[in-house]
């Protein structure tokens, strides 16, 4: 929603910069064919997804169908948080396998694990988060991991070597998936996708510590005649050089046209406010 996007939760620019949508792949790429090829070469993968996968709501509905099998939640609490609170707990009910990966050992959700998974909370993990105006920020841990408590990354990893992939997996710190994540957003990228943070990638360990907030683009010093950001400055203002990131380099408007006339503005009501929020939407209002 342009400049003033309403999100529901934090840190949702930054989760849909690494593909945590359910139609979107990694680096805000896309289902479509290019896209899915091209992530599919970066990572050496011989099977990639062809279509999006299931919204929050379908993916319930599917579970309660039994067309899913194993359902795995982390950071969220759906029986409390989601429209329909019932479906989701039979849904839930009958699924096979429920795995919970979560901060508080008891919660609605919970309650239908059949494993549960000790995580950390925001204060007692390392990252990054990003911002609406597409600053990313280092989150440093100021609190000690309690318990068995790990963090998310690490839980993956390991549930990847148990299933076999193991080399797929090498992460040793949060900074080894900021590198191969800043790889991907700059992979054949050439100026042809706004997201791109492979001017990042050369941080040593030390650098990605002290790493002070910073607006994406942020492209490799040698690309940024072409790649039109502000280098390892990163970006405060897009498209003020003029250039777009469609095949043609301008910029695509599209006209919204209201339902009918009594949505039209006028004099006494020059705006149009609307929340972006419908009942199948996250928090919605």
């Not at 400055?233 to 408007?253: C, I, P």
């Amino acid at each position: 929603m342009g400049p003033f996007s309403v999100t529901g939760q934090p840190n949702a620019m930054g989760g849909r910069e690494v593909g945590a949508l359910a139609n979107q792949l990694a680096a805000h790429m896309d289902f479509e064919p290019e896209h899915r090829a091209l992530v599919q070469e970066f990572w050496q993968s011989p099977h990639i997804p062809t279509e999006p996968g299931l919204k929050a709501i379908d993916l319930f509905a599917a579970a309660a169908k039994g067309e899913i099998k194993a359902i795995w939640i982390m950071a969220t609490n759906p029986v409390v948080s989601l429209p329909d609170a019932d479906s989701v707990k039979q849904a839930l009910a009958q699924c096979e396998l429920v795995v919970v990966s979560d901060v508080v050992r008891q919660t609605d959700t919970s309650a239908y694990a059949h494993v549960s998974l000790p995580a950390l909370a925001w204060g007692e993990k390392e990252g990054t988060v990003t911002n609406s105006e597409r600053r990313i920020s280092r989150q440093r841990a100021f609190l000690y991991a309690p318990g068995e408590a790990k963090p998310d990354w690490w839980i993956l990893s390991r549930v990847a070597h148990r299933l076999g992939y193991k080399k797929q997996f090498p992460y040793k710190s949060a900074v080894d998936i900021f590198r191969e994540h800043a790889a991907l957003s700059g992979y054949k990228n050439n100026g042809s996708r706004d997201f791109d943070i492979s001017g990042l990638l050369p941080l040593t360990d030390e650098e990605y510590q002290t790493l002070i907030p910073i607006q994406w683009p942020i492209c490799q010093p040698k690309q940024q005649t072409t790649q039109h950001c502000g280098g390892l400055r990163g970006t405060a203002r897009m498209f003020a050089d003029k250039h777009f990131y469609t095949r043609s380099g301008k910029a695509q408007f599209v006209s919204i046209i209201p339902r009918t006339p009594a949505h039209l503005p006028d004099v006494k009501f020059p705006l149009i406010l609307n929340t972006g929020r419908i009942r199948d939407q996250w928090r919605a209002v």
